[in-house]
């Protein structure tokens, strides 16, 4: 089983980015999956998720700014977030789960500058 988040990267308040998450290893298309971050110092947060029947969940703190979505075929998992705020800045991980406890891949750092 394995997880690969990509996208990450530097920008400026208000820019905008895409995340992804390559999987491998088990069935992606039967898979609750989300998405949740870590700033430094910080408990890890579940901002958003999205059930294998397309329920999904958005955090108060990124609802109308990021939208979740997938891929079955292709077997990813994205985050488009918008208008990013310095707030944004951690390492995003995506996860094996509905909620942010499950296998989760080595992270993308996302800073966003002022």
């Known amino acids: 089983v394995q997880l690969v988040e990509s996208g990450g990267g530097v920008v400026h308040s208000g820019e905008s980015l895409t995340l992804s998450c390559a999987v491998s290893?088990?069935?992606?298309?039967?898979?609750?999956m989300s998405w949740v971050r870590q700033a430094p110092g910080e408990d890890l947060d579940w901002i958003s998720g999205?059930?294998?029947?397309?329920?999904?969940f958005y955090d108060a703190s990124v609802k109308g700014r990021f939208t979740i979505s997938r891929d079955n075929a292709n077997e990813k998992l994205y985050l488009q977030m918008n208008n990013l705020k310095p707030k944004d800045s951690a390492v995003y991980y995506c996860?094996?789960?509905?909620?942010?406890?499950?296998?989760r891949g080595q992270g993308t750092q996302v800073t966003v500058s002022s």
């Open positions: 290893g088990f069935p992606f298309s039967n898979q609750d």
């Open positions: 999205i059930t294998k029947n397309g329920r999904i």
């Open positions: 996860v094996k789960a509905w909620g942010p406890f499950g296998l």
